[in-house]
Nanobody, 122 residues
Framework: QVQLVESGGGLVQAGGSLRLSCAASGIISRINAMGWYRQAPGKQRELVAT?????????NYADSVKGRFTISRDNAKNTVYLQMNSLKPEDTGVYYC??????????????WGQGTQITVSS
């Protein structure tokens, strides 16, 4: 089994900051990339940011968060972080951690965390 455990969500005022963490554990052979997605009420899940794990640490951000959010990783801990600054009410939603990985039994694909709620009040 593979587990992605998120932490760091909560309620914050507009302009504030939060930091999310996601730790991957279990029968993992190799993690290719990790990232964060979010889903606001009544909307589809959307990409927030991704980072490669196996090479270079290349990052990708949604246009709406560029310059405000920073994704980073700790490969030794199989952990990815999302530092969120200058939060806006439109950042409100459930944030999901994602990992593109291979397990030791040869199964590959996308794995998801349970989600953590972020609410930004105006």
């Amino acid at each position: 089994q593979v587990q992605l455990v998120e932490s760091g969500g909560g309620l914050v005022q507009a302009g504030g900051s939060l930091r999310l963490s996601c730790a991957a554990s279990g029968i993992i052979s190799r993690i290719n990339a990790m990232g964060w997605y979010r889903q606001a009420p009544g909307k589809q899940r959307e990409l927030v940011a991704t980072i490669t794990i196996i090479s270079g640490g290349s990052t990708n951000y949604a246009d709406s968060v560029k310059g405000r959010f920073t994704i980073s990783r700790d490969n030794a801990k199989n952990t990815v972080y999302l530092q969120m600054n200058s939060l806006k009410p439109e950042d409100t939603g459930v944030y999901y951690c994602n990992a593109d990985l291979w397990t030791i039994v040869g199964r590959g694909g996308d794995y998801w965390g349970q989600g953590t709620q972020i609410t930004v009040s105006s």
